[in-house]
């Protein structure tokens, strides 16, 4: 067996002792200054990761809502031009009415102003023929008898 002597017993609490004091005035402020270090350089360092993901978060809230904005800005542009597209068939249609209507109302009015126009130079022929044959002749010819229509046959005026 190991014999165990005083001074052993000794040199193991001095052992002891010194392990004790370095650890309370040594080692635990070293730790304390490297745990601080640690502290100092990762601290920073995750504020600013997690600033990061702060500022990827709202960018990427901010794209979203300009995509939206714009999604619902070309929506209204497209309702405005097919609602423009309407107002202007509307306008085509009834300006195309209204002139369809001119156009009936005018070639009425004009049918009826050749056929006034008509009547007037039938009436009117029988003078013209008197008056030229009466201007070929050099003579004046008789009044021709009332004609079909039952209207007299009439001399022109004589200048």
Known sequence: MIKLDISIIFIIGLFLLLVLILNRYFFKPLLKILEERKGMVLGPREEAQQSLKVVEELTQQRERALASTRAESQQLKDERVQEGRREG???????????????????????????????????????????????????????????????????????
């Open 89 to 159: 068939d509307k306008i085509i249609a009834s300006t195309r009415t209204e002139a369809e209507r001119l156009l009936s109302s005018e070639e009425k009015e004009i049918k009826g102003m050749v056929r006034e126009v008509e009547r007037d130079l039938e009436g009117m022929s029988d003078k013209f023929a008197l008056k030229i044959a009466e201007n070929l002749l050099g003579r004046r010819l008789p009044v021709s008898p009332p004609d079909k229509k039952g209207t007299k046959g009439e001399r022109p005026h004589q200048r």
